[in-house]
């Protein structure tokens, strides 16, 4: 099903997406300093896999019933056991990305029906995994964060602290996913330490 502009009426939906080392954190954070709300996927999945019983019952039924704790409060999702179980298993780890990517787009709508309802006119969503995941459907345009390959590599190692040839199979495993397909309306923020981006994402701005 095809989500986009079925957001909250008025509301313009924008993706801050881009790569492993893009830089896309930085321009979310000059787009909070600028007054505007940004989701930050990969934090929200991180909650929502520890809160919501839609996705913890979903693990249960159709992925790993052992990695699911029950409560008298509620429940909880073993991680360990989890990664375990869709480790070496392409359709579970498959299935538990349905699950998440699920719980994450109903919580953006959710989202922008609150920030519509205070009469906000644009909201970004930060996204690492904008096709794969299915939200470029649900967004209007996509500001679109990229730097040169090495440049990438040396911020993610540097973050990481992981090594450079696992950085580089990261990006190529992005790549192989996210490559086949293209939103209609993609503007480029060029993150390479050279063109400042500042301007870049004003003069966005200012077209909104």
């Not at 990261?170 to 490559?179: D, F, G, L, V």
């Amino acid at each position: 099903m095809n989500c986009r502009n079925q957001h909250p009426s008025g509301l313009r939906l924008i993706a801050v997406a881009g790569g492993i080392g893009s830089g896309k954190s930085v321009v979310s954070r000059i787009l909070r300093i600028c007054g505007y709300e940004v989701y930050d996927c990969d934090s929200r999945a991180r909650k929502l896999m520890e809160n919501s019983e839609d996705i913890a019952r979903g693990i249960a039924s159709d992925i790993c019933p052992e990695a699911v704790l029950f409560h008298s409060s509620g429940l909880s999702i073993d991680r360990k056991i989890l990664a375990e179980a869709v480790f070496s298993d392409s359709q579970k780890l498959n299935r538990l990305n349905e699950l998440v990517h699920k719980a994450v787009k109903d919580d953006i709508m959710l989202w922008a029906g609150e920030l519509a309802l205070r009469g906000a006119t644009a909201a970004f969503v930060e996204t690492a995994i904008l096709y794969a995941s299915g939200l470029d459907k649900m967004v209007d345009e996509v500001w679109h964060v990229d730097a040169p390959e090495e440049v990438r590599i040396s911020r993610a190692v540097a973050r990481d602290s992981a090594s450079a040839e696992h950085i580089r199979s990261r990006i190529q495993a992005q790549m192989a996913t996210e490559s086949t397909h293209r939103h209609p309306s993609v503007s480029i923020i060029y993150n390479d330490g050279i063109r400042p981006i500042l301007p870049q994402i004003e003069s966005l701005l200012a077209t909104l």
